[in-house]
């Protein structure tokens, strides 16, 4: 079986994409014994995924898997975006930064929103990228405590509860990260 890493210490991101990636050896920073943490200083979610993965695949030179993921709201101009993990301050936790966009979205109307997932897969001789989309909307209130960030707010289209009302299952079915990982799976056909 190839190996690879995911370079992420998100236990919950890691669970999610392990369910797909079932024909590779999926090692984790903890397997590997990288415990720094990578400083995500990139302006765009495709500049932190190339260098969570490179910094990753630099070290072992194991092909690396990286993940870098925002919540999109329309009328915030996008935001948090890129920010996404910091968005209420530095040591910003799920409930600050759900908080803050909620705040934020008080007495608006339209509350499209989307979770937009980029991955990078580093090994010798490339660097590519996948991405994945989910269109849904924010909730009114918080609402359910599976998945982990921003899913008790976020309802994706065609939905009538938010992802973290939802099982792992429900989640994978139709969440951003799923669909770039889809495509990593057909890229490597595995
Ligand atoms: P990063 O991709 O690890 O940098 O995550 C950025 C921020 O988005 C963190 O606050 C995560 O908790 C949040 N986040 C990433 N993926 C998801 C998801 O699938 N659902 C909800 N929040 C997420």
């Not at 909307?137 to 921003?150: A, H, K, L, Q, V």
Request: glycine share 8%; with cysteine.
């Amino acid at each position: 079986m190839n190996k690879y890493i995911f370079a992420s210490s998100n236990q919950n991101k890691l669970l999610e994409i392990s369910t797909q990636l079932l024909d590779i050896r999926l090692l984790s920073l903890l397997d590997v014994g990288y415990y720094d943490e990578i400083i995500e200083s990139g302006s765009t979610l495709r500049e932190n995924a190339l260098i969570k993965s490179k910094t990753i695949y630099d070290k072992y030179s194991i092909p690396t898997i990286a993940d870098d993921t925002g919540l999109e709201v329309y009328q915030l101009d996008g935001r948090p975006g890129v920010f996404s993990a910091r968005y209420s301050g530095e040591k910003a936790n799920a409930t600050d930064n759900i908080k803050k966009v909620l705040d934020e979205m008080q007495g608006i109307t339209d509350r499209r929103a989307r979770f937009k997932t980029v991955i990078c897969l580093k090994s010798k001789s490339q660097e590519i990228f996948f991405e994945g989309i989910v269109e849904g909307c924010i909730s009114n209130e918080s609402s359910g405590d599976g998945g982990f960030g921003y899913d008790p707010i976020f309802i994706p289209n065609g939905c009538q509860k938010t992802f973290g009302e939802m099982s792992l299952d429900e989640k994978n079915k139709i969440s951003h990260r799923s669909r770039a990982i889809q495509k990593v799976v057909d890229y490597l056909n595995i």
